[in-house]
T-cell receptor, first 111, second 115 residues
Framework: GEDVEQSLFLSVREGDSSVINCTYT??????LYWYKQEPGAGLQLLTY?????DMKQDQRLTVLLNKKDKHLSLRIADTQTGDSAIYFC???????????FGQGTTLQVKP | DSGVTQTPKHLITATGQRVTLRCSPR?????VYWYQQSLDQGLQFLIQ???????AKGNILERFSAQQFPDLHSELNLSSLELGDSALYFC??????????????FGPGTRLTVT
């Protein structure tokens, strides 16, 4: 089946690292994505990882993929108040590219 | 700014009515996707078009339809509207449908309120 699960809320202090976790069920997923949504705004593509990779680093963002456990994580280093938003994990299905999204994790960054 | 535009930004209408949401993809993108975001259902894939042809269908109601025109813009038509159709409707676009051309860029969304 197609299902993506995320924890709903994470609170961190400014300057700390944030780790947002996600699990997915479809083993045929080719790409896995992280999107950020700020209040009243659309979804901003942060990063993505191909399913045959274990890790991808992009400036303050690190994506880890454990394909065996179908577990994806996003680590944000040196978290800033501007990182406060909802973060969505998504998997692409089949050869269409349609995305299945998790429920979103609200990241609260306290000064 | 993702380069994907959507109009209108807000739409308020009554039950039973019909509305059309419009999307212009990023320059060069051939694929357009429509998603619905609501509090109870989250973000749900509705339908995808690639270069004018329907490519994939998700949880799209029969009252909803879409098309992609030769200039690649897309329209989502919602008819016989119900209160439960109130949601944020997003359009996304990507270059193609395989490999890294899967990167989907989202528009700002159209907020539909059905009263």
């Amino acid at each position: 089946g197609e299902d993506v699960e995320q924890s709903l809320f994470l609170s961190v202090r400014e300057g700390d690292s944030s780790v947002i976790n996600c699990t997915y069920t479809d083993s045929s997923s080719t790409y896995l994505y992280w999107y950020k949504q700020e209040p009243g705004a659309g979804l901003q593509l942060l990063t993505y990882i191909f399913s045959n990779m274990d890790m991808k680093q992009d400036q303050r963002l690190t994506v880890l993929l454990n394909k065996k456990d179908k577990h994806l994580s996003l680590r944000i280093a040196d978290t800033q108040t501007g990182d406060s938003a909802i973060y969505f994990c998504a998997e692409s299905i089949g050869n269409t590219g349609k995305l299945i999204f998790g429920q979103g994790t609200t990241l609260q960054v306290k000064p | 700014d993702s380069g994907v535009t959507q109009t209108p930004k807000h739409l308020i209408t009554a039950t039973g009515q019909r509305v059309t949401l419009r999307c212009s993809p990023r320059s060069g993108d051939l694929s357009v996707y429509w998603y619905q975001q609501s509090l109870d259902q989250g973000l749900q894939f509705l339908i995808q078009y690639y270069n004018g042809e329907e490519r994939a269908k998700g949880n799209i109601l029969e009252r909803f339809s879409a098309q992609q025109f030769p200039d690649l813009h897309s329209e989502l038509n919602l008819s016989s509207l119900e209160l439960g159709d109130s949601a944020l409707y997003f359009c996304a676009s990507s270059v193609g449908v395989s490999g890294s051309s899967y990167e989907q860029y989202f528009g700002p969304g159209t907020r539909l309120t059905v009263t």
